[in-house]
């Protein structure tokens, strides 16, 4: 078993509309969630990160966390066409070690 | 300012040869951290420095990677007698420290083992 597993998609949503992302991880110790986006050929770039359980809020993005069923949410609201990315789940682990997910791919329809 | 750098950018080697990645953190940023990034795959931790201490060696894959950091800024990432497996995209890391929230990313480091 993965340690952070994602749907890899791809997710089409029509401009405007609400994108879902979901991530579930096996360590049940963790204590640092994270969403990263990538670009096409570019490096990984943080949206959001979540320590407590519950839901936090930045701008159209919302990451929720539910540390009882280890599952880690993105929802982007209003999405646009420059959502159209790759968006990766992060765990920090014990010893500092962080686990990636293999990435959700996203594409917003105009 | 200057983010995280990485040389080189694109690295075309032969199997068997040795090869030096080399990543220039954020100044100030005291965590570095090693990925490797495989087509269409996630990003595979490696290894993560505090300072030039590496706590957790056990990401590497195999004993032909070791990595260093000297003077709590640069690092390599060396890959001894490279095989094929090895061809990825090699990203670096940092962040202000252990805890910190935010790493930010090199441009990677693109590998090809022919």
Known sequence: ?110 | GAGVSQSPSNKVTEKGKDVELRCDPISGHTALYWYRQSLGQGLEFLIYFQGNSAPDKSGLPSDRFSAERTGGSVSTLTIQRTQQEDSAVYLCASSLGRFSAEQFFGPGTRLTVL
């Open chain 1, 1 to 110: 078993q993965k340690e952070v597993e994602q749907n890899s998609g791809p997710l089409s949503v029509p401009e405007g509309a609400i994108a879902s992302l979901n991530c579930t991880y096996s360590d049940r110790g963790s204590q640092s969630f994270f969403w990263y986006r990538q670009y096409s050929g570019k490096s990984p770039e943080l949206i959001m990160f979540i320590y407590s359980n519950g839901d936090k809020e930045d701008g159209r993005f919302t990451a929720q966390l539910n540390k009882a069923s280890q599952y880690v949410s993105l929802l982007i609201r209003d999405s646009q066409p420059s959502d159209s990315a790759t968006y990766l789940c992060a765990v920090n682990g014990a010893g500092n070690q962080f686990y990636f997910g293999t990435g959700t791919s996203l594409t917003v329809i105009p």
